[in-house]
């Protein structure tokens, strides 16, 4: 119990930390990703987007920027990553081959249908327009027998960097339903959990993942792998895995920054938000005239 409790307040501390920058990012998406506007306020099932806005101009551009991001880097005509090594030219023809194998089999497992790397890197290119960087989830399906992308939502994300500037330190908050909490991890859940199956299989339950270097794991089994990912139910403070990973499974690219501060900006927004806001006060004024 004493371990859970570290790790939720570590978790509140940096989200707590960041807490001001959600404004920021509810203004971009308010005036460029209406979609993803819901940083501080809750959006409902249903609810009209961009119904604050007087013209579609910003959302336009930054549309246009997220799609390009995609069509540059990763073009499906044509492989846009190799598998190599270091010393790859001074490699011999076994070893070149075997690197080829593969980059054939990463490709395959990648692009499969189950994996959603399109689905995720689509939703990556577009927080990282709008907001300059984005989370992106790499791990293997419920099933363990490929891969699943997955972009998370910045404000359920907070991360620290290390003295490398490198983002070790990940918290994830998540809102799964019983049902899916029982899929993943069956028998270790909650009573609570369970007894949700059956009467209200679709209530949700506060939940949070976090991926942390094993010298900064304080729990008392003693892993020799590089990072400890850990599954803990915040309502019943339970943890319901915990298992060492060899890597860390969140991506965060991040377009540009700031010393002190381990979150980006988004250049693009940052030039373009006064121009955005003048020409919504502009069409607004015509309008009405």
């Known amino acids: ?26 203004t971009i998406a308010d005036n460029f990703y209406p979609e993803r506007a819901d940083f501080t306020t809750v959006r409902n099932v249903g609810e009209e987007f961009a119904s604050n806005l007087m013209t579609s101009y910003p959302i336009l551009a930054r549309r246009d920027l997220g799609n390009a991001i ?27 081959a075997w690197l080829q194998m ?17 689905r995720a890197t689509k939703e990556g290119d577009h927080d990282f327009a709008a907001f300059g960087q984005c989370v992106i989830q790499t791990s ?20 620290v960097e290390n003295c490398d500037g490198e983002a070790d330190t990940v ?6 339903t019983a049902r899916e909490l029982v899929m993943l ?3 270790r859940v909650h009573s609570n959990v369970q007894k949700s199956i059956e009467k209200e299989p679709f ?9 942390v270097p094993v010298g900064d794991y304080k729990g008392e089994v003693k892993y020799k792998t590089p990072f400890v990912s850990i599954y803990f139910d915040v309502d019943n403070k339970q943890i319901m895995e915990e298992v060492g990973v060899m ?26 938000l006064p121009d955005a806001r003048l020409i919504q006060a502009m069409t607004r004024v015509l309008l009405e005239a």
């Open 185 to 187: 991890f069956k028998d």
């Open 247 to 272: 890597s860390q499974e969140y991506t965060v690219p991040r377009w540009s920054t700031v010393s002190g501060s381990q979150y980006a900006y988004s250049p693009a927004t940052v030039a373009a």
């Open 140 to 159: 293997l399906n419920k099933d363990a027998d490929g891969l699943l992308y997955r972009c998370w939502h910045l404000r359920d994300v907070a991360w």
């Open 203 to 211: 209530k949700e339950f506060n939940t949070q993942h976090c991926i």
């Open 1 to 26: 119990m004493a371990y859970i409790d570290d790790l939720m307040g570590q978790s509140e501390q940096l989200f707590n930390k960041r807490g001001s920058l959600l404004s920021l990012w509810q």
């Open 102 to 118: 593969a980059e054939t089999r990463m490709r395959r497992a990648m692009h499969h249908r189950r994996s959603q790397f399109s």
């Open 171 to 176: 918290y994830r908050k998540w809102k799964p």
């Open 70 to 96: 995609g069509s540059m880097l990763r073009p499906t005509s044509k492989p846009w990553f190799h598998v190599r090594t270091r010393d790859f030219e001074d490699l011999g023809t076994h070893s070149v």
